[in-house]
């Protein structure tokens, strides 16, 4: 049976390098380059043929940097963590001193139990904070009338010439059918109302 080592980093453009360095020679790669922590295990490219392998029999050790790694909340690492240990696989965490999920006899160890439910408790409060910030900041905007869907700032204007450019399909519609009510034009050319009636009011100004 081989040893394998996970990474997985959430954007394209971020290295994974750092994980890299801590593969050791015997220890077989499984990627996941792109792909957000909030993605089930089962449901990533490499950490779906690296389950494959594990179902096989063919994994006996899997390496992480972290236990972000295998899920976004304590729920899904826990559960990815039941599924490894149903199939015999070691769980070995970097950044708890290598600390292995199964003792010599192949029973669950006590403490990395202990550590790992407690640390993916801290991450997730720590990721619910973040978003709870978010949430009360764009509130904030909102009551001080100063948030627009799409995030920009009320009052910041486009050139006339460059709203008409935006929309060049309602813009000729317009034109070409003056009489047509507003909301038709809207609808024919999937935009909003609001817009519709912007660009009349452009183009009657450009008369």
Same mark, same amino acid.
Do not use: W
């Given at each position: %049976? ?10 394209? !453009? ?15 790669? #499984?990627?996941?380059? &792109? *792909?957000? &922590?909030? *993605?089930? /295990? ?9 389950? #494959? ?5 063919? $994994? !006996? @050790? ?14 899904? $690492? ?14 070995? *965490? ?11 006899? &192949? ?6 139990? #202990? $550590?790992?439910?407690?640390?993916? &408790? ?5 990721? @619910? !904070? ?8 764009? +509130? +904030? =905007?909102?009551?001080?009338?100063? /948030? ?11 050139? @006339?010439?460059? *709203? ?5 399909? +309602?813009? =000729? ?6 009489? %047509? ?6 609808? +024919? ?7 519709? =009636? ?10």
């Amino acid at each position: %049976m081989k040893k394998a080592r996970y990474i997985r980093v959430s954007t394209n !453009s971020q290295s994974t390098l750092r994980q890299e360095i801590k593969q050791h020679e015997d220890e077989e790669l #499984f990627i996941d380059k &792109g *792909v957000s &922590g909030a *993605v089930p /295990f089962n449901k990533r490219p490499a950490g779906k043929k690296l389950l #494959f392998r594990i179902l096989m029999d063919e $994994i !006996s @050790d899997l390496s992480v940097s972290d236990l972000s790694r295998l899920g976004r909340n304590t729920l899904d $690492i826990l559960t990815t963590i039941d599924l490894l240990h149903n199939r015999k696989v070691n769980i070995h *965490v970097d950044n708890l001193n290598g600390l292995k999920s199964l003792n010599a006899d &192949g029973t669950p160890n006590q403490m990395f139990s #202990f $550590i790992t439910t407690v640390m993916s &408790g801290i991450s997730q409060m720590e990721r @619910d !904070s973040i978003r709870e910030r978010i949430k009360d900041g764009i +509130a +904030a =905007k909102k009551l001080a009338n100063e /948030f627009k869907p799409g995030g920009r700032p009320k009052g910041t204007t486009e050139n @006339d010439n460059a *709203v008409l450019k935006k929309y060049p399909k +309602a813009v =000729k519609m317009i034109q070409d059918y003056p009489e %047509m009510k507003q909301k038709d034009v809207a609808k +024919a050319c999937e935009v909003d109302p609001r817009v519709v =009636k912007k660009l009349h009011l452009i183009l009657e100004k450009q008369k």
